[in-house]
């Protein structure tokens, strides 16, 4: 499988002519001056994004570069390049020179880094914001999220010293079994451009404190909070060498899945690159984890609390634009409660689509243009196959963003043979399905390709205890729409949105992190030589 369709297609982009610094408001331009001059690795007017390669931001000697741009006006914040096939050999090589101390620092030391590390995020979440905005086009409360969710994790890192503990016992008179958890080696963590800061924070902190150093590769289309984060890490006391940013499409991701030295790959993104990587990974002996595509579904039964339900729906389906891997994307609606959808597509009128700074803004605009037009693709899709467009956000119009990628909120009523319904949309657009029971919805449900999670909303215990035993998916809501387990427990989508059998962060981010040591031992008590001296009348027999 090859990825170089892709890579062609985004390297003719770079031959694009974009907006200037003065396309940005005030306030954006205020905000890319300030990054600029802040921060070593990355750049929001106009200049390059660096690789940070043994703890020095370095300007790329790269032939091809992809351009940054903001969302919302097309403006060129900065240029991004395909890394080196030298300059990934040189972070590789920092990642395995710095291991040979890193993992042999006390896990109090390690601990030290995870403790001052969650302090330097939270002082700096404004600028790792600021730049999710400008790059990814998230409002500025979603992309303060986006780094909240990244910190808990950090937060829990902290507490290595009690998740690193192995297992001891006697087995045997004198003899011991002890299993310890010792760090695979140099790992490598590729993002996705829909959380910026949450993803590389799922993977920098679990890789640090269990022992490991660490290649990130951040997307392409927004590496500015990765960059950000490097150097918190830094500041934090990260030694040189522990963690190196490499950029690039295809050829980088490549070169991950094939050195010698890289042990493990995370990877969050789309199926197809997910595939790619798991199935080259794997083959040259890595261990991957892979998130890749969702189809979430949220079940609406008619004795459910209606105001939260709807609200709920509502922020979960069209919240940072429907770009989030536990979006949800359906809703099916069981009995007498599709006669709420009325009150859903008025609900849904009132969300203010705007540029990510501005004030009351409830999302902004998709990533690039090819994700808006794909994702209007999909909802004239459904018309052409007879689905229903109850609320069309094609062809919106923002004051103020005339060349912005905005979609605005769309609801669309569809069966389960829709292209619509079959595909990953990713965008502001709800898919509605009418069942006639929860039996007919969970069927729905279990049907579906896609596992990483499902709501329902309901006031009924019976009705949630049987829709979680018998729902088929990894994460389950009740009442919840969104329901991402808190990094003191571990990801669990499951079916076609995963491959690989360890989770991230959590109690399942140790263990894809660390292998098992074990160590059997005899001393005899008999041989001990330290037994206390005699003083009676030695006896000649």
């Not at 540029?355 to 052409?384: C, N, Q, T």
């Not at 309901?458 to 729902?471: I, Y």
Request: hydrophobic share 40%; charged share 20%; net charge neutral.
């Amino acid at each position: 499988m090859s990825l170089a369709p892709r890579t062609i297609r985004l390297n003719l982009i770079s031959c694009r002519t974009y907006a200037t610094l003065s396309g940005l408001n005030s306030v954006s331009r205020a905000k890319a001056e300030k990054l600029s001059t802040d921060w070593k690795g990355t750049n929001a007017t106009g200049g390059n994004t660096k690789n940070y390669i043994g703890g020095e931001f370095v300007e790329s000697k790269a032939t091809v570069w992809h351009d940054v741009v903001d969302p919302s006006t097309q403006t060129l914040l900065t240029r991004v390049p395909e890394t080196t096939s030298s300059e990934f050999e040189q972070a590789v090589d920092a990642a395995s020179q710095a291991y040979k101390n890193w993992s042999k620092q006390s896990v109090l030391s390690r601990q030290r880094f995870a403790i001052e590390l969650q302090n330097q995020i939270r002082q700096n979440a404004d600028a790792l914001a600021g730049s999710i905005v400008l790059e990814q086009g998230k409002t500025l409360t979603d992309a303060h999220g986006d780094v909240l969710r990244g910190l808990q994790v950090v937060e829990t890192a902290v507490g290595i010293t009690s998740t690193l503990l192995g297992d001891k016992m006697e087995v045997s008179k004198d003899m011991d079994t002890e299993v310890r958890k010792v760090p695979l080696g140099v790992c490598a963590s590729i993002a996705p451009f829909n959380f910026p800061a949450m993803i590389p924070l799922w993977t920098i902190p679990m890789a640090a404190v269990t022992g490991n150093t660490l290649v990130l590769k951040p997307s392409e289309r927004d590496p500015g909070a990765a960059m950000i984060i490097a150097e918190l890490c830094e500041r934090a006391g990260l030694p040189a060498g522990v963690v190196n940013v490499v950029h690039g499409t295809a050829p980088t991701v490549n070169a991950i899945c094939d050195h010698p030295a890289i042990k493990a790959i995370s990877f969050v993104g789309g199926d197809h690159a997910g595939r790619h990587i798991y199935e080259r990974g794997t083959k040259n002996g890595k261990r991957v984890q892979a998130n890749m595509g969702a189809k979430n579904h949220a079940v609406l039964m008619p004795d459910a609390n209606k105001n939260l339900a709807l609200n709920s729906i509502i922020g979960a389906a069209f919240g940072a634009a429907g770009q989030r891997c536990m979006a949800v994307s359906v809703v099916v609606l069981v009995g007498t409660a599709q006669s709420w959808l009325p009150e859903l597509v008025e609900r849904a009128k009132k969300l203010k689509v705007n540029g990510g700074f501005e004030s009351g803004a409830d999302f902004g605009p998709l990533i690039s243009l090819a994700a808006k037009r794909r994702v209007e693709g999909l909802i004239a899709s459904a018309e052409e196959e007879g689905g229903r467009i109850h609320l069309d956000g094609r062809g919106i119009s923002v004051p103020g963003y005339p060349n912005g990628n905005f979609v605005g909120p769309t609801i669309v009523e569809a069966v389960t043979t829709m292209k619509c319904y079959r595909e990953e949309i990713f965008g502001p657009a709800l898919t509605v399905i009418s069942a006639d029971n929860l039996d007919d919805a969970l069927d729905i449900i279990n049907a579906n390709f896609y596992g990483n999670g499902a709501v329902i909303f309901t006031q009924s215990g019976a009705t949630a205890r049987k829709f979680e035993t018998e729902v088929n998916v990894g994460q389950v809501g009740i009442n919840v729409p969104i329901p991402v387990p808190l990094p003191m427990f571990a990801w669990s989508g499951n079916k076609g949105s995963v491959l690989g059998d360890i989770g991230f962060y959590g109690k399942s981010g140790i263990n894809f992190y660390t292998q098992n040591k074990t160590t059997t031992s005899l001393w005899r008590a008999e041989d001990a030589v330290g037994n206390r001296a005699s003083v009676n009348m030695p006896i000649l027999n």
